[in-house]
């Protein structure tokens, strides 16, 4: 078995190799702009399906559930898609005009969107409700108190600086 094998050799048992191969899957071969681009046809699970489809096996087309989910961040508004379940960035660090229009547009195409409340907006709703209820519960023992003035951050600043002299 010592035989060295010729160029021709390899040519041909190349050839016999490859007349039989079919690709696994119908995405196999593709360049990775047209996996992306099959990805946004399709939509994100769908292709995965069909990625993992055998050439023997049946592909069925299944319509994705898309769901919008807007939440607050620390640099402004996030914006996500969630697609079956999965969630993916879409837009992130929108002001309150930006998010206005994206969900306008977005409500235009029919696609169901919702608040997603983050903990930190669920204790400010929280100390928010905490405060009316003990606000209602002190105006209960002594209905002749009322609401305290309501006074600008200015003049809380010149207050405290009332007393000071150069």
Do not use: C
């Amino acid at each position: 078995m010592d035989e060295d094998l010729t160029e021709d050799d390899i040519r041909r048992m190349t050839a016999k190799l490859m007349a039989d191969y079919e690709p696994r899957s119908a995405l196999d071969g593709l360049s990775t702009d047209e996996k992306r681009m099959a990805e946004r046809l399709l939509g994100r699970d769908n292709t995965r399906r069909l990625e993992n489809t055998g050439r023997d096996e049946r592909f069925k087309y299944r319509r994705p559930v898309h769901v919008i989910e807007y939440y607050s961040k620390g640099s402004g508004w996030a914006v996500d898609l969630l697609e079956n379940g999965r969630r993916r960035p879409f837009k992130h660090g929108l002001d309150d005009q930006k998010l206005g229009l994206v969900l306008d547009a977005i409500r235009a195409k029919g696609v169901p969107v919702r608040h997603f409340e983050t903990e930190g907006e669920k204790q400010d709703r929280l100390d928010q409700q905490r405060r009316l209820e003990e606000r209602a519960r002190q105006l209960e023992n002594n209905p002749t108190e009322k609401d305290p003035p309501l006074r600008s951050a200015r003049f809380d600043i010149l207050h405290q600086l009332r007393d000071f002299r150069l």
